[in-house]
């Protein structure tokens, strides 16, 4: 039971309920950083298992439990912060107040955590927000729930790849460690826009929008348990013939994280998508 591959995934799994814990307190970047650090034991606990010929049913399902917590939940949980910081934009903006009220405190962390505390206070009735009574709008209270829908359909996604015996060389459906990095970034690009008074913030302003943040979730919630068919990263083997998909792609993202840094993140996970469609729609022709 507590072989090396298990154990690593048991790391995963603390990635994830850390990212939970920390998201609340404002420091979505430490947050993130969990997630892929989980993501990095997520892909080596299955090639250790493979090298080590400890792969086994209870390896299977010890996985797919951990990625439930760190690529469902805890991506769930980062969402659901970016919602509040949207419905406090949409008073803002619509108050004519100025943007710059969103960074009340001296810090992104400190004024996150003032938004994040003013709605749980508000949301329970508890006590007045600090910035002024009733500040959400009831819209504004419910929309960062739309944020379950990714552990929702990641925890279907996740026990269909557990029984679907189609996916041993390729993904049926959108995996959901590639949904977790693409919402997880989002919280970077607020980061790497914060005071920057550039298209970084303008841009990182327009994605944290509650109408594109949630049209987002609802696509890539139905890509993860789609019938779509998606390329696995594995390398087949160490040798160029039969691995020039993965290897350009790979190279690709390389090339434009060097170039746009965090903001190719997103970007890479639609270009995986896209591309796996295009192969897909050539192979049938």
Not at 17 to 40: E, H, N, P, Q
Not at 81 to 101: H, P, T
Not at 116 to 129: A, E, G, H, I, P
Request: glycine residues 6%; aromatic residues 12%; hydrophobic residues 55%.
């Amino acid at each position: 039971m507590f072989n090396i591959p298990n154990i690593l995934t048991g790391f995963n799994l603390l990635c994830g309920v850390t990212s939970i814990m920390i998201v609340f307190t404002g420091r979505l970047d430490l947050a993130v950083l969990l997630i892929f650090m989980g993501a990095i034991f997520d892909f080596f606990d299955g090639m250790v298992a493979r090298l080590l010929k400890q792969s086994n049913h209870l390896g299977k399902q010890l996985d797919s439990l951990a990625d439930i917590v760190t690529f469902g939940v805890a991506p769930g949980m980062i969402v659901f912060v970016l919602l509040i910081l949207s419905g406090v934009i949409e008073v803002i903006v619509s108050s004519e107040m100025g943007i710059a009220q969103l960074w009340k405190e001296e810090t992104m962390a400190a004024s996150i955590n003032f938004w994040v505390q003013s709605y749980f206070n508000q949301l329970v009735d508890l006590q007045k927000t600090g910035y002024q009574n009733n500040f959400f709008s009831t819209w504004g209270l419910v929309l960062p729930f739309g944020a379950f829908l990714i552990p929702f359909f990641s925890l279907f996604r996740l026990a269909k790849f557990n029984v679907d015996d189609r996916q041993t060389d390729s993904f049926i459906g959108l995996p959901t460690p590639a949904n977790s990095i693409f919402f997880a970034s989002f919280a970077l690009l607020l980061w790497d826009g914060y005071n920057a008074e550039n298209w970084k913030t303008s841009l990182s302003l327009i994605l944290l929008k509650d109408q594109v943040l949630m049209t987002l979730v609802i696509i890539f919630s139905l890509l993860l348990v789609s019938e779509i068919k998606l390329f696995s990263l594995k390398l087949k083997k160490l040798a160029l013939k039969g691995n020039e998909l993965q290897l350009f792609f790979l190279g690709a993202s390389l090339m434009l994280l060097l170039i746009l840094n965090v903001w190719a993140i997103p970007l890479i996970i639609i270009i995986y998508i896209i591309l796996s469609i295009l192969v897909n729609t050539s192979n049938k022709t």
